[in-house]
């Protein structure tokens, strides 16, 4: 099975602030990943497919980039909405892996 | 609009059977792939298990396979997932969620709101 290990599991940061979470997998997935972002009591909201093509409606602060083994998440100018756990995942088609999730705080 | 929406979570024993519902709404059903996705309570996301859009491509977690059963009926554009022999680490919140693909499994694009499963005796 393909193991997803994101880091940080926590980062502190501030408005404004530009934050990179990387995530990397147990073998190449050529650029099968998602990313999500969760609130607390709500259900996860896609911001990310493919690696780094971004959903319809997020906002193009947050970009995605990576392929193979690595995998980075960045958002260029936190905002106070921003501040959420998120989630990468795999699909290779025929299972589906989460990361462990990286929780951002405000600083 | 899409919709999701879940049902059947409940208080059960160890060992009992449980089977959660999904209903969905607003798409073509029966043109994509469909999950089941569970958060303990403070954890993070597990895969459950996922089904295509004919049903020939199902898949599970080996933390289920083998006690859950995963379903569809495209006629009531509705999505089962049947949990036996459950266990107190199946204890969770279960979200259905819609894949963007209609074969193999891809991404989530839409979830609903969840169903919570508690396993204490």
């Known amino acids: 099975d393909i193991q997803m290990t994101q880091s940080p599991s926590i980062l502190s940061a501030s408005v404004g602030d530009r934050v990179t979470i990387t995530c990397r997998a147990s073998q190449s997935i050529s650029s099968w990943l998602a990313w999500y972002q969760q609130k607390p009591g709500k259900a996860p909201k896609l911001l990310i497919y493919k690696a780094s093509s971004l959903e319809s409606g997020v906002p193009s602060r947050f970009s995605g980039s990576g392929s193979g083994t690595e995998f980075t998440l960045t958002i260029s100018s936190l905002q106070p909405d921003d501040f959420a756990t998120y989630y990468c995942q795999q699909y290779d088609g025929y299972t589906i892996t989460f990361g462990q999730g990286t929780r951002l705080e405000i600083k | 609009e899409v919709q999701l929406v879940e049902s059947g979570g409940g208080l059960v024993q160890p060992g009992t059977s449980l089977r959660l519902s999904c209903a969905a709404s607003g798409f073509t059903f029966n043109d994509y792939a469909m999950h089941w996705v569970r958060q303990a309570p403070g954890k993070g996301l597990e895969w459950v298990s996922g089904?295509?859009?004919?049903?020939?491509?199902?898949g599970y977690a080996d933390s289920v396979k083998g006690r859950f059963t995963i379903s569809r009926e495209n006629a009531k554009n509705s999505l089962y997932l049947q949990m036996n022999s459950l266990r107190t680490e199946d204890t969770a919140l279960y979200y259905c969620?819609?894949?963007?693909?209609?074969?193999?499994?891809?991404?989530?694009?839409?979830w609903g709101q969840g169903t919570l499963v508690t396993v204490s005796s």
């Open positions: 089904i295509s859009w004919n049903s020939g491509n199902i």
């Open positions: 969620a819609k894949d963007f693909n209609y074969g193999n499994y891809a991404f989530f694009d839409y």
